[in-house]
């Protein structure tokens, strides 16, 4: 066995359980591999590290262990039970790699219908107990202080103002939590 098999053996052992244990995008697998063999200390030129990681992306993007489209689909899921909006997926994914197109493709297809990022402002409302989860009863109105920070905190975390407003106007309990348990996953 020479040195060149031996190297892309190893790297495709560490790659096989890296990705048994995290999805991952292609970029951040690219990343991985490049720090995995900096750490090695294989002494290769640059063109060599290129050429390895090339391949073992190839190949495991071949066998299907590692796909944007698919890496997008999760982690959008994983940002909306968390109370994400539309804007933060875009962030978050386009930092992990992710294209343009794949983006707005999931994204288009997840926010489906109108009320999807609004049962995520609310499930945000929830975790942060402000809005209609906040645990103080008010007698007749919010505060004028306390709406503007209630705002803040979701104009920062990505919601559009039409959203805000609307989530910050929802007083039922009940009706929170039927929009939020109409668009769980």
């Not at 290769?44 to 689909?73: C, G, H, P, Q, T």
């Not at 609310?122 to 103080?136: A, P, Q």
Request: glycine share 4%.
């Amino acid at each position: 066995m020479n040195k060149n098999s031996e190297i892309q053996q190893k790297l495709e052992n560490i790659s096989l359980k890296y990705i048994s244990q995290f999805e991952t995008s292609e970029f951040q697998f690219r990343v991985f591999l490049k720090r995995r063999m900096l750490k090695l200390d294989l002494k290769l030129e640059i063109d060599a590290y290129d050429y390895f990681i090339d391949k073992i992306v190839i190949k495991m993007k071949e066998k299907n262990y590692i796909n944007d489209k698919r890496f997008s689909e999760i982690k959008i899921q994983q940002i909306f039970r968390n109370g994400g909006s539309k804007k933060m997926i875009f962030l978050k994914l386009k930092e992990k790699g992710i294209s343009k197109s794949i983006i707005k493709n999931s994204v288009d297809k997840f926010f489906d219908t109108d009320t999807r990022e609004l049962a995520s402002a609310l499930i945000y409302i929830k975790k942060r107990k402000i809005g209609i989860y906040h645990y103080e009863k008010f007698d007749s109105k919010i505060p004028e202080n306390l709406l503007k920070k209630w705002q803040g905190s979701l104009a920062r975390k990505g919601f559009p103002y039409d959203i805000v407003k609307k989530v910050l106007e929802i007083n039922n309990h009940v009706e929170a939590e039927d929009i939020i348990n109409g668009m769980k996953i």
